[in-house]
Nanobody
Framework: QVQLVESGGGLVQAGGSLRLSCVAS????????MAWFRQAPGKEREFAAV???????YYADSVKGRFTISRDNAKNTVYLQMNSLKSEDTAVYYC?????????????????WGQGTQVTVSS
């Protein structure tokens, strides 16, 4: 497993932007599929975006066109740029990882998780 630490959450008005970061420990970051999930109060954790070890990206329909996931292997960091934020984006955002070629939108697929960072969008 790898240790993950998220940052960048906060309070933003609807229509605004935030960039989340997730820094991973270890020397083999490049072999990990890295994903962002989110969990709103009273709801299940849901998939937002993933970037595979080869750099291919996939998004949930709810964030497609507004969120961009990227990675910097030299910095062991994955980012989530969130634009045009809506009140329904309010949630705790989690970074997840698994050292594998593939990817999944199911939380149980990933074996490392960060502690989460709160994103609150005011309308």
């Amino acid at each position: 497993q790898v240790q993950l630490v998220e940052s960048g959450g906060g309070l933003v008005q609807a229509g605004g932007s935030l960039r989340l970061s997730c820094v991973a420990s270890g020397r083999t970051f490049s072999i990990y599929a890295m994903a962002w999930f989110r969990q709103a109060p009273g709801k299940e954790r849901e998939f937002a975006a993933v970037i595979t070890r080869s750099g291919t990206t996939y998004y949930a329909d709810s964030v497609k066109g507004r969120f961009t996931i990227s990675r910097d292997n030299a910095k062991n960091t994955v980012y989530l740029q969130m634009n045009s934020l809506k009140s329904e984006d309010t949630a705790v955002y989690y970074c997840a990882a698994r050292p594998i070629t593939g990817w999944s939108s199911i939380p149980s697929f990933y074996d490392s998780w960060g502690q989460g960072t709160q994103v609150t969008v005011s309308s």
